[in-house]
T-cell receptor
Framework: SQQGEEDPQALSIQEGENATMNCSYK?????LQWYRQNSGRGLVHLIL?????REKHSGRLRVTLDTSKKSSSLLITASRAADTASYFC????????????FGGGTRLMVKP | GAVVSQHPSRVICKSGTSVKIECRSL??????MFWYRQFPKQSLMLMAT?????????EQGVEKDKFLINHASLTLSTLTVTSAHPEDSSFYIC????????????FGPGTRLLVL
């Protein structure tokens, strides 16, 4: 069964706006990762945040992790039409050999 | 970053035939490979985990006799969908991870299977 739940399931914004996606999980984790998937394509790894980290940045991406609430958020600033894709969080559970469990994903549409 | 390839990228077959999908790590040795299935507009569901030279570990509900996995070398894993049926039509994605506690999985581009 899937551990991660993502919110919202779909998000539509205008170019230039910020997009925030949230992910919640249930078990203890070693790390949490965010991936991007264009329609019908493979996954692109965006960022990994470890359980002892609270925030990480990569370009226009900002990821936060709150282990007390078992939640994470992905913020894309100054969005572009090319950011249109599905975004998934995936958790690597403790004691599971870093096996990933994926959330349901957020479908982001950025309108030009 | 590390590159993982899948072949074929797309396959259409008749019901009852078997289909083999290859997953290769091109520039690193993958001690562990993972196979996922993704239905339209849904998330990835892990099917099985395979370690080089040993039997694959299947997730609950995945039939090991139907989805045969072979991880014969550190750069190649294959998934064979035996006696495929229309309900097996899906997007199959593999990922690979190096050894030594490597945290990152590198994903292949996926294989779209359509069973008629």
């Amino acid at each position: 069964s899937q551990q991660g739940e993502e919110d919202p399931q779909a998000l539509s914004i205008q170019e230039g706006e910020n997009a925030t996606m949230n992910c919640s999980y249930k078990t203890s984790i070693n790390n949490l990762q965010w991936y991007r998937q264009n329609s019908g394509r493979g996954l692109v790894h965006l960022i990994l945040i470890r359980s002892n980290e609270r925030e990480k940045h990569s370009g226009r991406l900002r990821v936060t992790l709150d282990t007390s609430k078992k939640s994470s958020s992905l913020l894309i600033t100054a969005s572009r039409a090319a950011d249109t894709a599905s975004y998934f969080c995936a958790t690597a559970a403790r004691g599971a050999g870093n096996m990933l469990t994926f959330g349901g994903g957020t479908r982001l549409m950025v309108k030009p | 970053g590390a590159v993982v390839s899948q072949h074929p990228s797309r396959v259409i077959c008749k019901s009852g035939t078997s289909v083999k999908i290859e997953c290769r790590s091109l520039d690193f040795q993958a001690t562990t490979m993972f196979w996922y299935r993704q239905f339209p507009k849904q998330s990835l569901m892990l099917m099985a985990t395979s370690n080089e030279g040993s039997k694959a570990t299947y997730e609950q509900g995945v039939e090991k006799d139907k989805f045969l996995i072979n991880h014969a070398s550190l750069t190649l894993s294959t998934l064979t969908v035996t006696s495929a049926h229309p309900e097996d039509s899906s997007f199959y994605i593999c990922s690979a991870r190096g050894g030594g506690g490597e945290e990152t999985q590198y994903f292949g581009p996926g294989t779209r299977l359509l069973v008629l």
